[in-house]
């Protein structure tokens, strides 16, 4: 018997069996039970279960037209959005495979998410479309991009019907304005009302996916090299969108707030997957605003709300808080950063709300391990989740540690991803087995407690946790080596009130250089240059950096230094 036994939610099996169909399944399922629900609410606007499936079946079929088969790798590129789900489920329902990818990324990064995957169709929105189309034109022809869709925000929606609480006025200029489609060297662009206004449902051929089939292609960096595609099968993701609505007492009667992005593995599992799995009601937000969220739940009488602890924050800190009505909300939780004490302890006071937090990665569809709604710890990784084994172990080793000792976080469980795409290498390090069950190695250190929960005290991988945002100081240090001025650069974290840990880059200019380059210019690249969560807040210059005796760059000393420095500073 593991420890966490006796804290389990009551009346929750340890194992589930889920479905074997195909995810798209569980959409076209829950339209047939609640046609005239709620799926989706966006700008005002409802979309019921019905009108939900038959857009993605409409998608699906101007995708077919495009030469979409089984198997093939999309692109989807965008922020929250009723076209987003759309598009995730039309890819879906033609047994092909989505490859979410961040908005933020800019064109020198989106060139990995075009090549590695073999990908030669993407949709995104106008906003994000000169940036992928960039990136593809800069590839060799035959890597390039075949299609292009492109839809304008306002697709969806009645810009003239929308009221400020809707929309506020720091969104209208990226969310209103038409955008022309941009051009591909080597295929072509198409408006997505035009491609939903040729597609025919009635032309799809049967769904054939089945649970160990390739569905989703998310990408994860690490410590070296390029971002790894994770391949999860319907069946992992299956595991998950329905675990996370069980966890939480999930029912079709759920209103769930979405301003997590569904990019990401959390947003797109344990918010979209798990929701349309059981019937219930998105309400979706593009992105963050405190007093839109307060809005929304107020209007719409939203049930759950995952976030990160920083949204939390932000809308408590809100002076209309006291205008809102949260009464509603029987769950609230997230993960990506601990929730600080006090503003969890705020949440029971104030609002009766018990912050739930969990862990997982892209690696595992998500949640691994969460808190027991009914006995959460704060700043704590919770417990195995259904059908999940975890140990703590010695990371030279391998062997299970004895409780409260500290070790690396090892997880088996049915939501565990398949490999990594086209690296059998990083594959082969990533797993091994130990008592019949096959162990991914997460890279994070943590202990277990006596009764049976994990809390993190360290990573082996080099990490940078930026609200939520996973930085991976290789990646970024790549990038910043194509600046013509910088010889060298180390990525290290820096402590920040709001963010926990924000982006610093210690640099070495090239000689001839020194003095025509300030710190301010590099940030200005960077900002032009990769996604704004990765970019450097802060950057200083070095005359060397700290080397060992083989050559490499001791980013350790100096993120010790940084550390040390940044604790002694007055707060």
Known sequence: MRAHEAVWPAR??????????????????????????????????????????????????????????????????????PQLVIAHFAILRLDAVVVPVNPMNKAEELKHYIIDPDARVAVTTADLAPELAQASNALPSEQQLQHLVVTQFSDVFDAQALTSADLPDAWRSWLLPLRDLPKLDAGQSHAWQALMAQGRAADLPPVQAGSEDLAILPYTSGTTGLPKGCMHTHGTIMHNAMAAGLWVNGTPENVTLCVVPMFHI?????????????????????????????????????????????????????????????????????????????????????????????????????????????????????????????????????????????????????????????????????????????????????????????????????????????????EVEALMFRHPAIQEACIISTRDAYRGESVKAVVVLRQDRKGQVSEQDIIDWCRDNMAVYKMPRVVSFVDALPKSGSGKVMWRALQEAEMAATSEAPH
């Open 266 to 474: 959390t947003g797109m599992v344990s918010v979209m997957h798990a929701s349309i799995f059981i019937g219930a009601s998105l309400v979706i937000m593009p992105r963050w605003d405190r007093d839109v969220a307060g809005q929304l739940i107020s209007k719409w009488r939203v049930t759950h709300w995952t976030n990160i602890p920083t949204m939390v924050i932000d809308l408590l800190g809100s002076p209309n808080l006291s205008a809102y009505d949260l009464s509603s909300l029987v769950n609230i939780g997230g993960g990506g950063a601990a929730m600080p004490e006090a503003v969890a302890q705020r949440l029971l006071d104030q609002f009766g709300l018990r912050y739930i937090e969990g862990y997982g990665l892209t690696e595992t569809a998500a949640p691994s391990h969460t808190n027991p709604p009914d006995a959460p710890k704060k700043q704590c990784l919770g417990i195995p989740i259904l059908s999940v084994a975890s140990r703590i172990v010695d990371p030279e080793t391998l062997v299970e540690l004895p409780q409260g000792e500290s070790g690396e976080i090892v997880i088996s469980g049915p939501q565990v991803f398949k490999g990594y795409w086209k690296r059998p290498d990083a594959t082969a390090s990533a797993f091994f087995e130990r008592d019949g069950l096959r162990f991914f190695r997460s890279g994070d250190m943590g202990r277990i407690d006596e009764e049976g929960y994990f809390f993190m005290t360290d990573r082996l991988k080099r990490m940078i946790n930026a609200s939520g945002f996973k930085v991976w100081p290789a």
């Open 12 to 81: 929750l099996p340890s194992h589930i069996s889920p479905p074997v169909t195909s995810l798209w399944m569980n959409l076209a399922i829950s339209a047939m039970r609640y046609p005239n629900k709620p799926a989706l609410v966006y700008m005002g606007k409802v979309w019921s279960y019905e009108d939900l499936r038959n857009a993605a079946e409409t998608f699906a079929s101007s995708l077919r037209g495009l030469g979409v088969q089984a198997g093939d790798r999309v692109i989807l590129n965008m922020q929250n959005c």
